[in-house]
Protein backbone atom coordinates (compact mmCIF):
# COMPACT_ATOMS: atom_id res chain seq x y z
CA UNK A 1 0.00 0.00 0.00
CA UNK A 2 1.09 3.43 -0.43
CA UNK A 3 1.01 6.87 0.73
CA UNK A 4 -1.70 7.15 3.72
CA UNK A 5 -4.40 4.35 4.73
CA UNK A 6 -7.07 4.66 7.64
CA UNK A 7 -9.01 2.31 9.00
CA UNK A 8 -12.25 1.30 9.37
CA UNK A 9 -13.51 3.46 7.00
CA UNK A 10 -16.90 3.93 8.73
CA UNK A 11 -17.49 3.65 12.14
CA UNK A 12 -20.82 3.23 14.31
CA UNK A 13 -21.04 3.24 17.90
CA UNK A 14 -22.95 4.22 20.86
CA UNK A 15 -21.99 6.72 23.51
CA UNK A 16 -21.12 3.40 25.83
CA UNK A 17 -18.83 2.32 23.23
CA UNK A 18 -14.79 1.71 23.30
CA UNK A 19 -13.31 1.98 19.66
CA UNK A 20 -10.15 3.32 17.99
CA UNK A 21 -9.34 4.43 14.60
CA UNK A 22 -6.15 3.46 12.84
CA UNK A 23 -3.73 5.86 10.28
CA UNK A 24 -0.96 4.30 8.96
CA UNK A 25 1.30 6.11 6.62
CA UNK A 26 3.87 4.45 4.37
CA UNK A 27 5.63 7.55 3.46
CA UNK A 28 8.55 7.52 5.72
CA UNK A 29 7.38 10.48 7.19
CA UNK A 30 8.03 11.57 11.03
CA UNK A 31 5.15 13.47 11.77
CA UNK A 32 1.47 12.55 11.97
CA UNK A 33 -1.62 14.66 12.40
CA UNK A 34 -5.39 13.80 13.49
CA UNK A 35 -8.00 16.10 12.02
CA UNK A 36 -11.62 16.38 13.11
CA UNK A 37 -14.10 17.58 9.99
CA UNK A 38 -17.41 18.45 10.93
CA UNK A 39 -20.43 19.25 8.56
CA UNK A 40 -20.35 23.20 8.01
CA UNK A 41 -17.17 23.70 10.09
CA UNK A 42 -14.04 24.15 9.39
CA UNK A 43 -11.40 21.40 9.59
CA UNK A 44 -10.17 21.02 13.32
CA UNK A 45 -6.61 20.01 13.98
CA UNK A 46 -6.62 17.61 17.08
CA UNK A 47 -3.27 16.48 17.71
CA UNK A 48 0.17 16.40 16.40
CA UNK A 49 2.91 14.19 16.84
CA UNK A 50 6.61 14.48 15.63
CA UNK A 51 9.03 11.35 16.09
CA UNK A 52 6.21 9.85 18.25
CA UNK A 53 6.30 12.36 20.81
CA UNK A 54 2.77 14.65 20.67
CA UNK A 55 3.63 18.19 20.04
CA UNK A 56 0.16 19.76 19.88
CA UNK A 57 -2.90 18.82 21.65
CA UNK A 58 -5.66 21.69 20.24
CA UNK A 59 -8.04 21.19 23.40
CA UNK A 60 -9.62 17.99 22.58
CA UNK A 61 -11.46 16.91 25.28
CA UNK A 62 -10.35 13.41 27.09
CA UNK A 63 -12.61 11.00 25.64
CA UNK A 64 -10.53 11.32 22.76
CA UNK A 65 -7.18 9.48 23.24
CA UNK A 66 -4.56 9.56 20.68
CA UNK A 67 -1.50 6.76 20.13
CA UNK A 68 1.59 7.01 18.28
CA UNK A 69 3.77 4.02 19.19
CA UNK A 70 5.78 4.50 15.65
CA UNK A 71 6.40 7.12 13.28
CA UNK A 72 4.04 5.25 10.71
CA UNK A 73 0.92 4.52 13.17
CA UNK A 74 -1.48 6.97 14.39
CA UNK A 75 -4.57 5.66 16.60
CA UNK A 76 -7.60 7.55 18.04
CA UNK A 77 -9.13 5.72 20.97
CA UNK A 78 -12.42 6.68 21.44
CA UNK A 79 -14.57 6.18 24.61
CA UNK A 80 -18.14 7.83 26.12
CA UNK A 81 -18.47 9.74 22.70
CA UNK A 82 -21.13 11.95 22.45
CA UNK A 83 -23.37 12.65 19.12
CA UNK A 84 -22.24 15.48 17.80
CA UNK A 85 -18.77 14.01 17.89
CA UNK A 86 -20.00 12.24 14.76
CA UNK A 87 -17.92 13.71 11.75
CA UNK A 88 -15.03 12.32 9.42
CA UNK A 89 -11.79 11.97 11.03
CA UNK A 90 -8.86 12.46 8.59
CA UNK A 91 -5.54 11.57 9.69
CA UNK A 92 -2.38 13.47 7.83
CA UNK A 93 1.40 12.65 7.69
CA UNK A 94 4.50 14.74 6.79
CA UNK A 95 8.55 14.82 6.69
CA UNK A 96 8.19 17.21 9.76
CA UNK A 97 6.39 19.81 11.44
CA UNK A 98 8.45 22.62 9.78
CA UNK A 99 6.05 25.08 7.87
CA UNK A 100 7.16 23.78 4.33
CA UNK A 101 6.57 20.00 4.86
CA UNK A 102 3.47 19.09 2.40
CA UNK A 103 0.57 17.45 4.67
CA UNK A 104 -0.84 13.82 2.58
CA UNK A 105 -4.04 13.21 4.08
CA UNK A 106 -5.79 9.76 4.04
CA UNK A 107 -9.50 9.05 2.77
CA UNK A 108 -10.64 9.40 6.51
CA UNK A 109 -13.19 7.49 9.40
CA UNK A 110 -16.77 8.54 9.32
CA UNK A 111 -17.65 7.86 12.27
CA UNK A 112 -21.76 8.22 13.83
CA UNK A 113 -22.20 7.98 17.21
CA UNK A 114 -25.86 7.28 17.95
CA UNK B 1 -4.64 33.90 16.02
CA UNK B 2 -4.68 33.22 12.60
CA UNK B 3 -7.52 32.18 10.79
CA UNK B 4 -9.16 31.56 7.01
CA UNK B 5 -12.28 32.89 5.23
CA UNK B 6 -13.94 31.25 2.33
CA UNK B 7 -16.83 33.64 1.37
CA UNK B 8 -18.76 31.75 -1.22
CA UNK B 9 -19.79 28.25 0.08
CA UNK B 10 -20.79 26.82 -3.45
CA UNK B 11 -19.97 27.93 -6.95
CA UNK B 12 -22.00 27.16 -10.07
CA UNK B 13 -19.82 27.10 -13.15
CA UNK B 14 -20.36 25.88 -16.46
CA UNK B 15 -17.96 23.76 -18.63
CA UNK B 16 -15.40 25.37 -19.96
CA UNK B 17 -15.88 28.60 -17.97
CA UNK B 18 -13.27 30.54 -16.00
CA UNK B 19 -12.97 29.80 -11.96
CA UNK B 20 -11.70 32.29 -9.06
CA UNK B 21 -12.47 30.78 -5.25
CA UNK B 22 -11.79 33.57 -2.84
CA UNK B 23 -9.40 33.00 0.49
CA UNK B 24 -8.57 35.95 2.69
CA UNK B 25 -6.83 34.94 5.80
CA UNK B 26 -5.56 37.00 9.16
CA UNK B 27 -2.51 36.39 10.38
CA UNK B 28 0.26 38.73 11.42
CA UNK B 29 3.30 37.52 9.24
CA UNK B 30 3.96 36.56 6.07
CA UNK B 31 1.88 32.82 6.34
CA UNK B 32 2.43 29.65 4.71
CA UNK B 33 -0.71 28.91 2.47
CA UNK B 34 -2.33 25.77 0.52
CA UNK B 35 -5.34 24.65 -1.34
CA UNK B 36 -6.48 21.62 -0.89
CA UNK B 37 -9.41 19.48 -3.01
CA UNK B 38 -11.35 16.98 -1.63
CA UNK B 39 -13.38 15.06 -3.72
CA UNK B 40 -16.33 13.03 -2.26
CA UNK B 41 -15.26 9.63 -0.16
CA UNK B 42 -11.69 10.93 -0.69
CA UNK B 43 -9.24 13.22 1.52
CA UNK B 44 -7.57 16.31 0.34
CA UNK B 45 -5.53 16.21 -1.79
CA UNK B 46 -3.12 19.34 -2.13
CA UNK B 47 -3.60 21.94 -5.24
CA UNK B 48 -0.48 23.91 -4.07
CA UNK B 49 1.14 25.78 -2.13
CA UNK B 50 3.01 29.62 -1.35
CA UNK B 51 5.65 29.89 0.80
CA UNK B 52 7.81 32.97 -0.23
CA UNK B 53 8.98 34.43 -3.94
CA UNK B 54 6.76 34.71 -6.49
CA UNK B 55 3.50 35.29 -5.79
CA UNK B 56 1.51 33.35 -9.01
CA UNK B 57 2.00 29.53 -8.18
CA UNK B 58 1.26 27.14 -10.27
CA UNK B 59 -0.12 23.58 -9.01
CA UNK B 60 -1.53 20.37 -10.59
CA UNK B 61 -4.39 19.88 -12.56
CA UNK B 62 -4.24 23.50 -14.37
CA UNK B 63 -4.80 25.67 -10.99
CA UNK B 64 -3.06 28.54 -10.14
CA UNK B 65 -3.17 31.33 -7.22
CA UNK B 66 -1.81 34.21 -6.23
CA UNK B 67 -0.98 35.72 -2.86
CA UNK B 68 -2.01 39.61 -2.85
CA UNK B 69 -0.29 40.88 0.57
CA UNK B 70 -2.09 44.23 0.43
CA UNK B 71 -5.66 42.44 0.54
CA UNK B 72 -4.66 39.01 2.88
CA UNK B 73 -5.83 37.27 -0.06
CA UNK B 74 -4.34 33.57 -1.72
CA UNK B 75 -7.59 33.13 -4.50
CA UNK B 76 -7.81 30.10 -6.73
CA UNK B 77 -8.04 30.00 -10.45
CA UNK B 78 -8.38 27.95 -13.13
CA UNK B 79 -8.75 29.06 -16.99
CA UNK B 80 -10.86 26.37 -17.93
CA UNK B 81 -12.68 23.67 -15.78
CA UNK B 82 -13.85 20.54 -16.50
CA UNK B 83 -16.58 18.23 -15.08
CA UNK B 84 -14.42 16.34 -13.10
CA UNK B 85 -13.20 19.56 -11.11
CA UNK B 86 -16.92 19.17 -9.21
CA UNK B 87 -14.66 19.08 -5.74
CA UNK B 88 -14.90 20.53 -2.01
CA UNK B 89 -11.95 22.86 -2.08
CA UNK B 90 -9.73 24.20 1.11
CA UNK B 91 -8.01 27.08 1.52
CA UNK B 92 -5.59 26.73 4.65
CA UNK B 93 -2.78 28.93 6.24
CA UNK B 94 0.03 27.07 8.19
CA UNK B 95 1.14 29.54 11.36
CA UNK B 96 5.72 28.50 11.63
CA UNK B 97 6.50 29.81 15.01
CA UNK B 98 10.68 28.57 13.81
CA UNK B 99 10.07 25.88 16.67
CA UNK B 100 7.69 23.67 15.03
CA UNK B 101 4.45 24.36 13.00
CA UNK B 102 1.09 24.25 14.66
CA UNK B 103 -0.80 22.61 12.02
CA UNK B 104 -3.09 23.46 9.27
CA UNK B 105 -5.97 26.47 10.00
CA UNK B 106 -8.95 25.62 7.22
CA UNK B 107 -11.43 27.35 5.86
CA UNK B 108 -14.83 26.20 5.94
CA UNK B 109 -14.39 25.06 2.11
CA UNK B 110 -16.26 26.05 -0.90
CA UNK B 111 -18.24 23.65 -2.81
CA UNK B 112 -17.30 23.64 -6.91
CA UNK B 113 -20.68 22.49 -9.08
CA UNK B 114 -19.79 22.32 -12.96
CA UNK B 115 -22.79 22.55 -15.49
CA UNK B 116 -22.42 20.72 -18.43
Known amino acids: ETGVTQTPRHLVMGMTNKKSLKCEQH?????MYWYKQSAKKPLELMFVYNFKEQTENNSVPSRFSPECPNSSHLFLHLHTLQPEDSALYLC?????????????FGPGTRLTVL | AQSVTQPDIHITVSEGASLELRCNYS??????LFWYVQSPGQGLQLLLKYFSGDTLVQGIKGFEAEFKRSQSSFNLRKPSVHWSDAAEYFCAVLMYSGGGADGLTFGKGTHLIIQP
Open chain 1, 92 to 104: ASSQGTSGTNEQF
Open chain 2, 27 to 32: YGATPY
Open chain 1, 27 to 31: LGHNA
